[in-house]
């Protein structure tokens, strides 16, 4: 079966320069999550989404993020302008609806901002 | 509030020894609980969960967690370490009282197994 897809793996890009990255999430999972993680801060919830709608957003940094779900299977997250601080590796997780559900994780994007 | 308390950065054991992972948590209502390992460049993967129940856990790849509701905690065993389970490991609790979604993660514990 097909897990969570991220795109792109790795981006480096220069700062000021605006970034999507990308998730498909399992299919028949109603619960999207996207995350950030780093070795100073660990892993951290930025967003999620329960049927394309965002339900919890108080973990996006700043203005200069935001996440759209325009349908079931895909969802995106953006920075702009992007700086060196958001340098990290943001994963894309999905669930399936039920509280005692794990989160299945993607293997995440690489981010570098010069 | 919920919380989960990974106490030690990093686990040294050797080869066929058993291992142990701490975790401790704090929530309002009945906890669900869940393990998770993470390789070097590669997403969180489930390794089990508990919900109610038998208070021993049975997971993927030999792994075992042991519930103690006195204690709060969720503490993971192998009864023998391979060198290819060093790894990253993670706990998360979710508070059964709470209607949340959110996952709260613990800081990772780096486990190392030596030959």
């Known amino acids: 079966d097909a897990g969570v897809i991220q795109s792109p793996r790795h981006e480096v890009t220069e700062m000021g320069q605006e970034v999507t990255l990308r998730c498909k999430p399992i299919?028949?999972?109603?619960?999207l999550f996207w995350y950030r993680q780093t070795m100073m801060r660990g892993l951290e919830l930025l967003i999620y989404?329960?049927?394309?709608?965002?339900?919890?957003d108080s973990g996006m940094p700043e203005d200069r993020f935001s996440a759209k779900m325009p349908n079931a299977s895909f969802s995106t997250l953006k920075i702009q302008p992007s700086e060196p601080r958001d340098s990290a590796v943001y994963f894309c997780?999905?669930?399936?609806?039920?509280?005692?559900?794990?989160?299945?994780f993607g293997d995440g994007t690489r981010l570098s901002i010069l | 509030a919920q919380s989960v308390a990974q106490p030690e950065d990093q686990v040294n054991v050797a080869e066929g020894n058993p291992l142990t992972v701490k975790c401790t948590y704090s929530?309002?209502?009945?906890?669900?609980l869940f393990w998770y390992v993470q390789y070097p460049n590669r997403g969180l993967q489930f390794l089990l969960k508990?919900?109610?129940?038998?208070?021993l856990v049975k997971g993927s790849y030999g792994f075992e967690a042991e519930f103690n509701k006195s204690q709060t905690s969720f503490h993971l065993k192998k009864p023998s370490a391979l060198v290819s389970d060093s790894a990253l490991y993670f706990c998360?609790?979710?508070?059964?009282?709470?209607?949340?979604?959110?996952?709260?993660f613990g800081s990772g514990t780096r486990l190392l197994v030596r030959p």
């Open positions: 998360a609790v979710r508070d059964g009282m709470d209607s949340s979604y959110k996952l709260i």
């Open positions: 929530v309002s209502g009945n906890p669900y």
């Open positions: 299919s028949g999972h109603d619960y």
């Open positions: 997780a999905s669930s399936p609806t039920g509280r005692n559900q794990p989160q299945h």
């Open positions: 989404f329960n049927n394309n709608v965002p339900i919890d």
């Open positions: 508990y919900i109610t129940g038998d208070n």
